[in-house]
């Protein structure tokens, strides 16, 4: 009988106005936050610049890879439905654990699956392939763009070394909107 009254008093508070309300505007404001880390991913990609021997044909898409986060994956779908990158459409994938990262070009990995992402990453050079991570430190672990949440705000730090790594060049303009703190990323 007391576990019922425990659950009712539960439910009842989950449905109060305030915490309904709270529960919205955390909704909403993830809703935001991945929308602008979609709008971020498209443009690293128009910031990169990819050896053409990563692209099977001329015509061949531009990959993004999403691991982790489905959802951010949607939202990117459609952000970049009808746009191009350097004159090639640009394709999301949706990655899930153990799938092949032959042909995608950019990665976004995750917070949750960073430490996982670091040994996929380390075992292969990957060559053309630009990864962006969302966990502190993770430039250490092989990433070449790491979101940060500062302030409020989205904003992001570089690390032009594992880009170079990886035969890929980033725009000076993409280097000086960056967060680096030390300059050369964490």
């Not at 602008?36 to 910031?47: D, Q």
């Not at 993004?64 to 779908?77: F, R, S």
């Not at 890929?168 to 909107?177: F, G, H, N």
Request: proline share 3%; charged share 25%; aromatic share 6%.
């Amino acid at each position: 009988m007391a576990w019922r009254v425990l659950a009712v008093a539960a439910l009842m508070w989950l449905h109060h106005p305030q915490v309904a309300a709270a529960q919205e505007a955390s909704s909403e404001e993830a809703i935001a936050e991945r929308r602008v880390k979609a709008a971020y991913l498209y443009r690293f990609a128009g910031y990169t610049e990819w050896p053409d021997d990563v692209f099977a044909r001329p015509d061949s898409p531009l990959v993004i890879g999403v691991w982790g986060n489905d959802e951010l994956a949607d939202d990117l779908a459609k952000l970049v439905a009808m746009r191009t990158v350097a004159g090639r459409h640009c394709e999301v994938r949706k990655i899930k654990e153990g799938d092949a990262l032959a042909g995608v070009h950019l990665l976004f990995v995750a917070r949750d699956r960073t430490a996982r992402a670091a040994e996929a990453l380390s075992a292969s050079p990957l060559r053309g392939l630009l990864v962006v991570t969302d966990s502190p430190g993770a430039l250490r672990q092989g990433g070449a763009v790491n979101f940060l949440a500062m302030e409020g705000q989205i904003r992001f730090e570089l690390s032009l070394e594992a880009a170079e790594r990886r035969g890929l060049k980033l725009s000076s303009r993409l280097a000086a909107v960056s967060s680096n703190l030390a300059g050369k990323g964490r």
